[in-house]
C-alpha cells in the first residue's frame, strides 16, 4: 500500500485530543485519521510518570501495528511522561511523531509582549518541567507561572457543568496567573481548549489563550509534505476511533465536541 494512503494516528486519555484532531479535520480534510481515545485509563494528568510511559508505549504500539503513516500525541501528560520514549518508537517504524507542548511554547514566546507567560496543565505535566524547559530553551527571557488543575481535565470529560462549585474551583486556578500579570497563558491540555470561553472570562480578554491544535495541524502538514506523504484524494478523508472506555459515552461527547456524527465509526479495543 502507498503510504500516503494509510491514516494519520492520534491519541489522547480521552476526548481532550478531539481538539487537536479538530484542526487537523479543517486543515487536512484530505487525510484520513485514526483517534485512539484512552478513556477506560483517564485521568492521566494524576498518573504517576511510569504508569504513563507504559500506556503510552502500549497505544503507540497498537497504533504503529494497525498502520499508520505518522503518530501524533495528543496529550500534554503523555507528551510530558514519554514524548521521547515515543518518539524512539516511531524512529524505529520509520513512522514521524508530532506531539504537543513545543508548539504551544513557541507561540507563547513569539506573541507575549510582557514576557510573563502562563501554563495551565494537568499536575503531571507541571511536575515533568516539560513546558519550563521548552520556554527555557527558546532562549527569550521569560517569567513563567505555571499552575497544576487535577479537576479541570476531569470535569470537562466528564460532562461539563459549570455549577458556581465549577466556576470556583477554576477561579481558584486563575488566581495566581492574575497575580502574576500574565499577557499569555499556554493552555496545557488539550482538554482546556473545550472550556476556554469560560476561563477568557476569568482571566480577562487582554490575556492571549495558546492551543497547540492549530500548531499541530501545521506541523503534521509540512512533515507530510517533506516526506511526499499527503494524502492524494481531492475529496474528504475518514476518520475512525478506538475507543478503551465505553463507546457510547465517548460517541455521545465526540459528537458534541466535533460536531460531525461519531455512531458507527468509533470501536472498543483493549490495551
Ligand atoms: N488531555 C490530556 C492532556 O493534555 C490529559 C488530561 C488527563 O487525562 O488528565 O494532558
Redesign the pocket.
Known amino acids: 500500500m502507498n503510504r500516503a494512503e494509510l491514516p494519520i494516528g492520534v491519541f ?3 476526548v ?2 478531539l481538539t487537536v484532531l479538530h484542526e487537523c479535520l479543517v486543515s487536512l480534510p484530505a487525510e484520513d485519521f485514526l483517534y485512539l481515545g484512552d478513556s477506560g485509563h ?5 498518573k504517576p510518570v511510569a504508569e504513563l510511559r507504559d500506556r503510552a508505549g502500549a497505544i503507540a504500539t497498537q497504533l504503529l501495528q494497525r498502520g499508520v503513516k505518522m503518530l501524533v500525541i ?6 510530558a511522561a514519554a514524548g521521547d520514549e515515543i518518539r524512539q518508537l516511531g524512529a524505529e517504524a520509520g513512522v514521524p511523531v508530532v506531539t ?1 507542548v513545543g508548539p504551544e511554547a513557541e507561540i507563547a514566546a513569539s506573541i507575549s509582549g510582557s514576557g510573563r507567560v502562563g501554563v495551565l ?2 499536575p ?2 507541571v511536575d515533568s518541567g516539560a513546558y519550563r524547559r521548552a520556554l527555557d530553551d527558546l532562549g527569550r527571557p521569560l517569567t513563567v507561572t505555571e499552575v497544576a488543575a487535577p479537576d479541570l ?2 470535569i470537562i ?1 466528564n460532562g461539563p457543568t459549570f455549577d458556581e462549585e465549577v466556576l470556583g474551583l477554576v477561579r481558584g486556578y486563575c488566581q495566581p496567573l492574575s497575580e502574576a500579570g500574565i499577557d499569555t497563558l499556554i493552555l ?4 482546556y481548549p473545550l472550556v476556554a470561553p469560560m476561563l477568557q472570562r476569568m482571566l480577562g480578554r487582554d490575556v492571549s489563550l495558546v492551543t497547540a491544535g492549530h500548531a499541530i495541524a501545521a506541523a503534521i502538514q509540512r512533515e507530510l509534505a517533506a516526506s511526499g506523504e499527503l494524502a492524494e484524494s481531492e475529496g474528504e478523508g475518514d476518520y475512525r476511533f478506538l475507543v478503551s472506555g465505553d463507546v457510547g459515552t465517548f460517541v455521545e461527547v465526540g459528537t458534541r465536541f466535533l460536531q460531525l456524527p461519531l455512531a458507527g465509526r468509533a470501536e472498543k479495543v483493549r490495551i
Not at 74 to 79: G, I, L, W
Request: glycine fraction near 18%; include cysteine.
Open positions: 489522547d486519555s480521552g481532550g485530543g483517564f485521568p492521566y494528568g494524576t495528543a496529550c500534554n501528560s503523555a507528551t504537543v496543565a494537568t503531571a505535566t481535565a476531569p470529560q496545557g491540555c488539550t482538554h
